[in-house]
């Protein structure tokens, strides 16, 4: 026990024993932060000090609860989720109950660490920080302004970035023609709008205006997670299919309504697993589609920047360069310049020059 440097992850950890439990901890970059985090460790468990009751006279229990109320409002059902799972695996580690609840200012930056340590990989430990950070934010906005973050002080882990990959057209292509009849239409909406599909599910007849030949999406993607309308032109072939749809309509209020339970459809998750092993392609989510098409129109048709930012939702150009699986041009091209550099004609050169390969 004492301070060692992990031969496999690479970063320095502590470890040491106090009335027969062990305390350990590490991701620190130097041994010397190591030995300062295992020393202000120690005072803790050695001297613990009574739950300081902040002045709202809540613990962390009850402000995670208020959080989740407020969050409920503002982010999609999927995001408040994910923080509902942390949240869950944090009361576990601290034993925190409704018996049991905690300060919030018990939960210091050693002691986040240990529990953001308890991740299975690195991805995770930057989910656990982001999610702890967002709320003691919160709380240090709405409930108590001399709050101190205590994530602010421990630094992100190195991780991975996946490459998303999006179909191929041809792929996309055959998706389509291998989509059930009665599920195209969500499919088409979705091509010809580049729309979320949330956006899509909540669409209503009164969204769909055939005079104007426009559409209106709703989202609360935006910074103040308020429901906001974003209302884009429709082709000619979007215009007839939902001309069509209308008139086929078994009611007045959802595009897209689920027959049995008279509703529209809250999420769609198992159709595009379905679709894609009929189409004997690779797993496409919604979301790829969406890529796909973005980075079809700016790729091949040509289409601006801008102009995709406005179709797509976003606020924000730099997320719809993001969405845009391309190479960038100028690169392209610079690149370009070294062809033939490496070829034959130069090494003739080079022997020219006096150089000679070295046997052996």
Request: charged share 30%; with cysteine; hydrophobic share 35%.
């Amino acid at each position: 026990m004492g301070l060692w440097r992990d031969k496999i992850r690479g970063d320095w950890r502590y470890s040491f024993q106090y009335h027969k439990e062990i305390f350990a901890a590490g991701g620190f970059q130097t041994k010397g932060d190591a030995r300062s985090a295992r020393e202000q460790r120690r005072k803790e468990v050695k001297s613990p000090q009574k739950a300081t009751t902040i002045p709202t006279g809540m613990g962390f229990l009850e402000i995670v609860n208020q959080y989740l109320d407020w969050s409920d409002r503002r982010h999609a059902p999927g995001h408040v989720e994910n923080k509902k799972v942390v949240f869950r695996k944090m009361m576990n580690f601290f034993g925190i109950t409704e018996e049991k609840d905690l300060s919030i200012l018990e939960l210091t930056a050693p002691r986040l660490h240990e529990f953001f340590m308890s991740a299975p990989s690195n991805n995770s430990y930057n989910v656990y920080r982001k999610e702890t950070s967002a709320l003691f934010a919160w709380a240090q906005k709405h409930l108590q302004p001399d709050l101190q973050n205590p994530c602010n002080m421990l630094e992100k882990m190195p991780s991975p970035k996946k490459e998303r990959t999006i179909p191929t057209k041809e792929e996309f292509l055959r998706i389509l023609a291998a989509c059930p009849p009665d599920d195209k239409p969500l499919l088409l909406v979705l091509a010809h709008t580049l729309a979320r599909i949330d956006e899509i599910l909540r669409l209503t007849w009164q969204d769909v205006n055939f005079d104007k030949g426009t559409l209106t999406l709703w989202s609360r993607k935006n910074r103040g997670g308020e429901w906001r309308p974003r209302t884009i032109g429709m082709n000619t072939d979007l215009t007839a299919m939902l001309k069509s749809m209308w008139n086929r309509r078994k009611q007045e209020k959802w595009v897209f309504l689920n027959q049995r339970e008279g509703d529209r459809y809250l999420r769609r998750p198992k159709l595009m697993r379905s679709i894609c092993r009929v189409a004997e392609v690779k797993h496409y989510t919604f979301h790829q589609i969406r890529h796909f098409i973005a980075t079809y129109l700016h790729d091949v048709m040509k289409v601006p920047t801008g102009v995709l930012s406005g179709i797509l939702g976003h606020e924000n150009k730099r997320t719809t360069e993001i969405y845009l699986h391309s190479v960038d041009e100028a690169q392209r091209e610079a690149l370009t310049r070294l062809e033939g550099f490496f070829g034959d004609q130069n090494m003739l050169a080079a022997h020219a020059c006096g150089f000679k390969k070295k046997r052996g």
